[in-house]
């Protein structure tokens, strides 16, 4: 879950060729990875998830979405909170920035209907 989205930039521009009106807008925001399990899984494995957000496999698939994600934390031990549960929690913060594009369709001035001159 997200706890603050912030807007970074934003950019409009016409497409001729599609005639229609772009607007990208460039976000940020701070998220949690949670990884959960009932035996030691969680506990062994949590640095995959660091090391998988470096993967070249990630950052191909970053770029291909326009996004990015970055650890902006250490990785933080929650299974205290379970209490008397054998679950092992962890929290990993992230951020990630991330564009929204929307597009609508525009009349350009050669397709609005023309009104007869009077004298």
Same mark, same amino acid.
């Given at each position: 879950m997200t706890a603050e989205t912030r807007i970074v930039a934003g !950019? *409009? %521009?016409f497409d001729a060729d599609t005639n229609k009106e772009i607007k990208e807008v460039l976000c940020s925001g701070?998220? !949690?990875i949670e990884i959960v399990s009932r035996g030691r899984d969680a506990m062994t494995r949590k640095e995959?998830? *660091? #090391? #998988?957000l470096k993967s070249s %496999?990630?950052?191909?698939?970053?770029?291909k979405e326009q996004c990015r994600i970055t650890r902006t934390g250490q990785i933080l031990d929650l299974s205290a909170v379970e209490g008397a549960s054998a679950l092992k929690r962890y929290r990993i913060p992230v951020n990630m920035m991330y564009k929204k594009t929307y597009?609508? #369709?525009v009349s350009i001035f050669e397709t609005f209907?023309? =009104? =007869? =001159?009077?004298e």
């Open positions: !950019n *409009v %521009y701070a998220f !949690n995959e998830i *660091v #090391s #998988s %496999y990630a950052l191909d698939t970053m770029e597009e609508k #369709s209907p023309r =009104e =007869e =001159e009077t």
